[in-house]
C-alpha cells in the first residue's frame, strides 16, 4: 500500500514539473515588416527577431512567483500596484480556490506584476506590436486577417463565457507554434495604451489613440477586422493597477546575437 502511495506521489510530482517544463516553454518568431490595424499611410512596423511563450503564464507558474516573491500576494501588494480585483478569486495569498485549476492561465493580474514576473524570469512582455503580429497567424498562415473564418473564431471566442479557466494549450497552434493566443484570455501587453488615449486629457489629439472612439475606425487599415478593434478598444480602457477575470499575459524575450 506504501509502496502504492509512494508511486502515485512521484507520478503526480512528476506531472506537477512536467507540465510547469511544458508551460514556461518558448519559441522563436522570426521578424517581419506588417501593417498594423492602426496604421494610416501604408504605415509598416518592422518587428525585430524574438522569442515569445508557447502558453499564457498559469496559475501553478504564478503561485511559484508569489511564494518566491511575497510581495505580489494579494495581502501584500502594494494599492498602487494593484487593484481590489487583484487575485481576488484565491482563496489565500498562497492558495487557489477548488475551482481554479493549476494548468488554467493565470488572471486577475495587474500590469505592473505581470512585467515583474516577466523580467524575474530574465524576459519582458511583448510590446503590442509584437503581440499582434504574432496573433494575426492561423493555423497555416503568418497573416490571416483578411479570412473570414479567422476573424469569426475570434469574435466567437468573445462570445463564449469562463474561457479563462480552460486549460492552456485547448486551442489552436498558430502558424508559429504558439498556443491560446485566441480562446483563452486577453493579454497584457508592454505598451498596452500606447495606441489608444484614456479621453481624461484635454491634451489628447486626434491622432491613432483615437481608435478608441467609434467614429475613429475610419484610421484603421482594416475597418472589417472587429475582431482587432476591440482588443485595441479593450487596451484602451486600462490602467496598469486593474485586474480583470479574464485578463493574463504571457512573456517573450529579445534575440541577442
Excluded at 494593484?82 to 480556490?97: C, F, M, P, Q, R
Amino acid at each position: 500500500m506504501q509502496t502504492i502511495q509512494r508511486l502515485t506521489l512521484y507520478t503526480f510530482t512528476l506531472l506537477f514539473m512536467l507540465t510547469g517544463h511544458c508551460q514556461s516553454k518558448m519559441v522563436a518568431i522570426k521578424g517581419g515588416t506588417y501593417i498594423p490595424l492602426y496604421g494610416r499611410d501604408s504605415l509598416k512596423v518592422t518587428i525585430s527577431d524574438f522569442e515569445m511563450d508557447v502558453y499564457p503564464v498559469t496559475n501553478k507558474a504564478f503561485l511559484e512567483f508569489v511564494l518566491k516573491y511575497p510581495k505580489w500576494q494579494r495581502s501584500q501588494v502594494k494599492k498602487l500596484f494593484a487593484d481590489g480585483n487583484y487575485l481576488i478569486d484565491w482563496d489565500s495569498d498562497t492558495k487557489l480556490n477548488q475551482s481554479q485549476s493549476l494548468d488554467a492561465p493565470v488572471t486577475n493580474i495587474s500590469w505592473f506584476a505581470a512585467k515583474d514576473y516577466c523580467e524575474c524570469q530574465g524576459k519582458r512582455l511583448a510590446t503590442i506590436d509584437e503581440w499582434e503580429y504574432v496573433a494575426m497567424a492561423n493555423k497555416t498562415m503568418p497573416d490571416a486577417r483578411q479570412l473570414e473564418s479567422y476573424n469569426k473564431y475570434i469574435l466567437g471566442w468573445y462570445e463564449k463565457p469562463k474561457t479563462f479557466n480552460n486549460a492552456i494549450g485547448s486551442t489552436f497552434k498558430n502558424y508559429w507554434n504558439v498556443y491560446d493566443l485566441h480562446g483563452l484570455v486577453w493579454e497584457w501587453t508592454l505598451d498596452f495604451n500606447s495606441v489608444l488615449v484614456s479621453g481624461e486629457s484635454r491634451k489628447d489629439v486626434d491622432k491613432d489613440n483615437n481608435l478608441f472612439c467609434g467614429s475613429a475606425a475610419v484610421g484603421a487599415t482594416d475597418l472589417m477586422n472587429y475582431a482587432a478593434f476591440m482588443r485595441y478598444a479593450i487596451r484602451g480602457s486600462l490602467k496598469a493597477k486593474y485586474a480583470m477575470k479574464n485578463l493574463g499575459f504571457r512573456c517573450v524575450k529579445d534575440i541577442v546575437e
